[in-house]
């Protein structure tokens, strides 16, 4: 079995893997990362989403193997010194859920989202969340959450993007 070292919440992990489990599979049962749920299984929901080396995406398409060498952080790794991220604030402000199945992917991808345009308008968040589907809330207060976010994150830069951009912005500077 191959053996595989990935950094998951800022913790690095050394597993046996089989070649065809997938990542979210590994982050849940075997690292107990359980806020990142098993929605689909097929990448069409986005509810595993998670940033891999800085950018989001769907646990479930991902091979465990395909993260050998490669910084993971889930949703439970967003918080610092026991204060929610910006954007696990604004969604819980905003009312931006009613299952939550499908928030821990949600946030991930904004985040994501943000990296790429930090103050999006309505349309282009619900452009940039379209491979995330939330069968509950109709996406108005997630979109306000977002836009929210976004406000917050631009007065605390160093909050902006978890993971591996983290070093690339603190190298940069």
């Not at 930090?118 to 619900?126: H, I, K, L, Q, T």
């Amino acid at each position: 079995m191959p053996r595989i070292t990935v950094s998951v919440d800022g913790v690095t992990y050394e597993e046996e893997v089989e070649p065809r489990l997938l990542l979210v599979h590994l982050l849940r049962d075997r690292l107990g990362k359980t806020g990142t749920p098993v929605g689909c299984d097929t990448g069409n929901c986005g509810a595993c989403t998670v940033t891999l080396d800085g950018r989001s995406a769907k646990s479930c398409s991902v091979l465990a193997v395909q993260a050998d060498g490669s910084e993971v952080v889930t949703v439970e790794g967003l918080a610092r010194d026991g204060r929610w991220h910006p954007m696990q604030e604004a969604f819980h402000a905003e009312h931006a859920l009613q299952c939550g199945y499908c928030t821990p992917g949600m946030i991930m991808a904004a985040i994501d989202l943000l990296r790429d345009d930090p103050d999006p308008s309505e349309e282009a968040v619900r452009r940039g969340l379209e491979g995330n589907l939330c069968r509950c809330t109709g996406y108005t207060n997630i979109v306000r959450a977002v836009r929210r976010a976004a406000a917050e994150m631009s007065r605390v830069p160093h909050e902006r993007a978890p993971g591996a951009a983290e070093g690339r912005e603190a190298a940069a500077s």
